[in-house]
T-cell receptor
Framework: SQQGEEDPQALSIQEGENATMNCSYKTSINNLQWYRQNSGRGLVHLILIRSNEREKHSGRLRVTLDTSKKSSSLLITASRAADTASYFCATDALYNFNKFYFGSGTKLNVKP | DSGVTQTPKHLITATGQRVTLRCSPRSGDLSVYWYQQSLDQGLQFLIQYYNGEERAKGNILERFSAQQFPDLHSELNLSSLELGDSALYFC????????????FGPGTRLTVT
């Protein structure tokens, strides 16, 4: 299956600490995206990184992509209680942009 | 607020029944995607439409069908419902046909009893 896998499944940190989540996938991709989901609500797009990019920043978020290892990481710096959510990576497939595969997610809990 | 609307928010129905979920994409978006999220299967891609045409199919059951109308809203039809179809159903939209970020609606929670 193409489906990505996030690691760890759950992460609990104190406010102000950094949180790092990893995503691994199985086959070559065009793009990898990270999404956030607050409990039972719709997903919110965070960052899209293309296969020819290695790193991307957006505010307190930093995403890296290593296509040779088929892995990506999402770093949230100076975390806040409001960052508490589940984080998913989503990949397409090299010869099929349109099919998206979401990982199982990392549940992040930021304690105030 | 993503700009994507879904109705209804909640739906409770019995096994064997048929339901229709509705999605209105963000203004200007031509692609609509449907996803199913359940506890044991995670978030599964079902189907994508672009400007009225089916573009990609994922793990969509034969009992399920979808369409996108000329005004770009989309409907997901679920028939012969089973207990295992209970899940959150999300619609997402994007501006282009492929390779763009998706904007998700709030979801429809379907409970089959």
């Amino acid at each position: 299956s193409q489906q990505g896998e996030e690691d760890p499944q759950a992460l609990s940190i104190q406010e102000g600490e950094n949180a790092t989540m990893n995503c691994s996938y199985k086959t070559s991709i065009n793009n990898l995206q990270w999404y956030r989901q607050n409990s039972g609500r719709g997903l919110v797009h965070l960052i899209l990184i293309r296969s020819n990019e290695r790193e991307k920043h957006s505010g307190r978020l930093r995403v890296t992509l290593d296509t040779s290892k088929k892995s990506s990481s999402l770093l949230i710096t100076a975390s806040r209680a409001a960052d508490t959510a589940s984080y998913f990576c989503a990949t397409d497939a090299l010869y099929n942009f349109n099919k998206f595969y979401f990982g199982s997610g990392t549940k992040l809990n930021v304690k105030p | 607020d993503s700009g994507v609307t879904q109705t209804p928010k909640h739906l409770i129905t019995a096994t064997g029944q048929r339901v229709t979920l509705r999605c209105s994409p963000r203004s200007g978006d031509l692609s609509v995607y449907w996803y199913q999220q359940s506890l044991d299967q995670g978030l599964q891609f079902l189907i994508q439409y672009y400007n009225g045409e089916e573009r990609a199919k994922g793990n969509i059951l034969e009992r399920f069908s979808a369409q996108q109308f000329p005004d770009l809203h989309s409907e997901l039809n679920l028939s012969s419902l089973e207990l295992g179809d209970s899940a959150l159903y999300f619609c997402a939209s994007s501006v282009g046909r492929e390779g763009y970020e998706q904007y998700f609606g709030p979801g429809t929670r379907l409970t089959v009893t």
